[in-house]
């Protein structure tokens, strides 16, 4: 008996220095000066280096984002370009801090030692084909030869589509971005299948995207969002407040050209999220006016949105889902209280 009190306890005691030993995210970041960020190795919108090396993109612009909230500046970032097969043991064994790299929210992702801190853009699987093909249904691909990245959700989606809809296929995969756009331009395979935001961000990479179209069905969900390494719950809070806070001021109508005349608002939830009320940045680690400092040097979630992917962006892409809740969309953050 007592010994399995003293095992129970050991065991509590290892559980509990685990937990602080990992709970170390925001110090080595400071200590370092920098976030380091795992990103893709190019998606136009998403994140992309331009010709002088710096990065763009929504997932590049919410590192950024974590950055403003600790450093107030926004610069202060490493971007590490990730293969989709990579990018998991990247984080898990601490190579980078935060995962913002079109990430799908699963299960067994949330299983194996990580956890998402949100959703920065419902998305779900599509096809994109050569007009000249002819085909407006994804279900009349009977037989087609599909192009696709290895370590995505894509793979499997792709096989429950053909097998539940009775029809042949043929997957050829690769481990890059590049390879997959390079193979279905050189008419290797007859599709290409990926987030559908994916496919409006690669068709860009094509001599002529005019000559391509993305099919009408959506065959999963994807949402997509930031993940952090399980075992730092304060890191968890910092990244998932840090998105949070994007959309509670885009709803606020609180934006990074009106923040100065947001500092002297005299609404409770905008004073808030302002830090002019309370002290809830200082709850998470961070200091009273981390939104002032998101805000200020990236912007609301709309803001960010549609400068990247939306209607100021080459991509173009409506809200659609990604509207706010109070707009018929489905992004909804939890209250600054
Ligand atoms: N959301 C899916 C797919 C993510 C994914 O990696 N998609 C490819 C398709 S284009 C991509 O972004 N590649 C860019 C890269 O590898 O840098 C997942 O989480 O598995």
């Given at each position: 008996m007592k010994r399995v009190t003293l095992v129970v306890a050991l065991a509590a005691m290892s559980t509990f220095?685990?937990?602080?030993?990992?709970?170390?995210?925001?110090?080595?970041?400071?200590?370092?000066?920098?976030l380091v960020c795992g990103v893709s190795q190019g998606l136009p919108g998403f994140s992309?280096?331009?010709?002088?090396?710096?990065?763009?993109?929504?997932?590049?612009?919410?590192?950024?984002?974590?950055?403003?909230?600790?450093?107030?500046?926004?610069?202060?970032?490493?971007?590490?370009?990730?293969?989709?097969?990579?990018?998991?043991?990247?984080?898990?064994?601490?190579?980078?801090?935060?995962?913002?790299?079109?990430?799908?929210?699963?299960?067994?992702?949330?299983a194996a030692g990580m956890n998402f801190a949100g959703v920065n853009y419902y998305d779900g699987q599509g096809f994109l084909v050569r007009k000249a093909l002819k085909v407006n249904s994804a279900l009349e691909l009977n037989g087609a030869s599909v192009c696709t990245q290895t370590g995505t959700t894509t793979e499997l989606n792709v096989a429950d589509y053909f097998r539940a809809n009775k029809m042949k296929y043929e997957v050829?995969?690769?481990?890059?971005?590049?390879?997959?756009?390079?193979?279905?331009?050189?008419g290797r395979c007859d599709v290409f299948t990926s987030d559908v935001s994916q496919l409006y961000a690669m068709r860009l990479k094509l001599t002529n995207p005019n000559d391509h179209a993305v099919l009408p069905e959506i065959i999963s969900k994807e949402p997509l969002g930031p993940v952090v390494r399980q075992g730092d719950d304060q890191w968890l809070d910092i990244v998932k407040w840090t998105f949070a806070a994007m959309i509670n001021a885009e709803e606020l109508g609180v934006t990074s050209k009106n923040i100065d005349e947001a500092m002297k608002s005299d609404k409770p939830d905008v004073r808030r999220l302002m830090g002019t009320e309370?002290?809830?940045?200082?709850?998470?680690?961070?200091?009273?006016?981390?939104?002032?400092?998101?805000?200020?040097?990236?912007?609301?979630?709309?803001?960010?949105?549609?400068?990247?992917?939306?209607?100021?962006?080459?991509?173009?892409?409506?809200?659609?889902?990604?509207?706010?809740?109070s707009k018929g969309g489905l992004q909804y953050a939890p209250p600054v209280r």
């Open positions: 220095v685990a937990g602080t030993v990992s709970a170390q995210t925001l110090k080595t970041v400071k200590d370092r000066g920098a992309t280096p331009d010709d002088r090396g710096n990065w763009t993109g929504l997932d590049v612009e919410f590192c950024r984002a974590i950055a403003a909230a600790i450093f107030d500046d926004p610069s202060k970032v490493k971007f590490s370009p990730l293969s989709a097969k990579d990018r998991f043991v990247a984080l898990t064994s601490g190579n980078i801090d935060v995962l913002s790299r079109n990430t799908t929210w699963t299960l067994s992702r949330d050829i995969a690769f481990s890059t971005a590049d390879e997959t756009v390079k193979a279905y331009e050189a309370g002290n809830f940045g200082e709850q998470i680690g961070l200091t009273k006016d981390w939104a002032v400092r998101i805000l200020k040097h990236v912007g609301n979630y709309g803001e960010s949105f549609e400068r990247n992917v939306g209607s100021g962006s080459k991509l173009n892409i409506d809200r659609g889902l990604n509207k706010l809740w």
